[in-house]
């Protein structure tokens, strides 16, 4: 007889009715098990003893559809298509053979007849992926760094910015800290503190927010911001990423961030920046144990950190000189270049 194609629910109709018919299972049970009548059982158990297990699959089973379109049609409706709706999309394609030709098919139909002509390409074909820019090589070469605008003491406290630094070899959070809003004095504040913890990177990776990039520069102005100067004047190179992809690896700490940081400070019980500030060394640690990658090259001063040398005690640090000459010119009302 050969092979015979059956589905799962033809197959297992087939079982039960091999066991009715050799007495092991009653019609009621048969019935029960295959949700059926006990008439539609007699009716399918007698097809069986006559013609066998084949009888039971379905009589359609390798016959065309009864509301198949003719292929007459089908090069009528793509012929159409091709001269005057190729850039249409499949529902507008659709509307516009019913509308103006006469031509009424689902837009379904229509969206497969394109894809197998070539003309229209389904979500999954158009799908466009951003090529994952490879790390750096060396540890501290390029840092990202990046403000995140959260609620994160939750109901106890107010909302605020946790500024975001993080190293672009390895992802290990480089430094970590609670501040009102993304300004230019919060960054230099964080940038101080960083300084002082491990030294001078070869560049920072940021958003093109304000602080780091004016929006409009002109023959008056270039786009270069205070904390630009700063960091030119410090030889950091500061590189402003074209979107949130391209600084992927601190967008995704920012998201784990605002997950477990958050619970973290809930268990806790921290309300505010200043005791957030504390408890974000301890954090730190924890998290780059967790989720940094090991060092694919060692530090040095050729590839890595630009070592600052120590001051002498009591000498302020060049970003200390230059935040305090800043707040002197504000508080003065009077504008001059940073000289640090």
Known sequence: MG????????????????????????????????????????????????????AIRHKARGKPPNNRIHHAKLDYAMSVIRESYAD????????????????????????????????????????????????????GELIQIDGSDHRWFEDRGDPCTLLVFIDDATSTLMELRFVKTES?????????????????????YSDKHTVFR????????????QFGRALAELNIEIICANSSQAKGRVERANHTLQDRLVKELRIAGISNMEDGNAFLEGF?????????????????????????????????????AYCERR??????????????
């Open 3 to 54: 092979w015979v194609a059956m589905s799962e629910r033809e197959f297992n109709r087939v079982e039960v009715l091999a066991q009715v018919d050799d007495g092991r299972l009653s019609v009621d049970n048969a019935a029960h098990m295959l949700d059926l009548t006990r008439r539609q059982i007699f009716r399918l158990l007698k097809r069986y003893r006559q013609d066998g297990a084949s």
């Open 88 to 139: 249409f999309g499949p529902t507008l394609a659709a509307e516009m053979l019913a509308e103006h030709h006469g031509f009424k098919v689902s837009r379904e139909t229509i969206r497969k007849w394109m894809q197998e002509d070539g003309i229209w390409l389904s979500r999954k074909q158009r799908r466009t992926f951003h090529q994952p820019r490879l790390r750096r090589e060396c540890f």
């Open 184 to 204: 230019t004095f919060s960054y230099f504040e964080a940038l101080e503190s960083y300084l002082l913890k491990h030294g001078r990177p070869v560049a920072f």
């Open 214 to 225: 004016f929006p409009k520069p002109n023959e008056h102005m270039t786009d270069m911001t």
């Open 284 to 320: 730190v640690n924890r998290y780059n144990a967790k989720f940094a990658k090991p060092k694919v090259k060692p530090v040095s001063a050729k590839n890595g950190y630009k070592k600052t040398g120590r001051r002498p005690p009591g000498r302020p640090s060049k970003m200390e």
């Open 327 to 340: 707040r002197a010119e504000r508080a003065a009302g009077t504008k001059a270049e940073p000289n640090i």
